[in-house]
């Protein structure tokens, strides 16, 4: 199980940017995948996440509303729509996955780090004019 996150940058307060999760080495319907940040001097925190099978998502409140989370099975991989961008999320965001889980079975998961099983390296998102 492998996981690239890349799509980071600089952006304005008030921009867009979109991340990507690649996966490889295992099906993503099998696997709950979130996307979690961690900001200088600050916990990891998560902020989405979708589903194994039917992709259900879930988002934290600070994101709720800004931030869309996809995924495209065919190219393994994982989005993070993040719109309206604030300061503060300013951060290293990775992605994780955890499974795996039955084949069509929707299993959902809360923003724990600590229930995810493999990480990928982060991509830095910074909001800043």
């Known amino acids: 199980v492998q996981l690239q996150a890349s799509g980071g940058g600089l952006v304005q307060p008030g921009g867009s940017l979109r991340l990507s999760c690649g996966a490889s080495?295992?099906?993503?319907?099998?696997?709950?995948i979130g996307w979690f940040r961690q900001a200088p001097g600050k916990e990891r925190e998560g902020v989405s996440c979708?589903?194994?099978?039917?992709?259900?998502?879930y988002y934290a409140d600070s994101v709720k509303g800004r931030f869309t989370i996809s995924r495209d099975n065919a190219k393994k991989t994982v989005y993070l729509q993040m719109n309206s961008l604030k300061p503060e999320d300013t951060a290293v965001y990775y992605c994780?996955?955890?499974?795996?889980?039955?084949?069509?079975?929707?299993?959902?998961?809360?923003?724990?780090?600590?229930?995810?099983?493999?990480w990928g390296q982060g991509t830095l998102v910074t909001v800043s004019s």
């Open positions: 994780a996955a955890d499974g795996p889980h039955p084949e069509g079975v929707t299993v959902v998961a809360g923003l724990d780090p600590n229930d995810y099983d493999y």
């Open positions: 080495g295992f099906r993503l319907d099998r696997y709950i």
């Open positions: 979708i589903s194994s099978g039917a992709g259900s998502t």
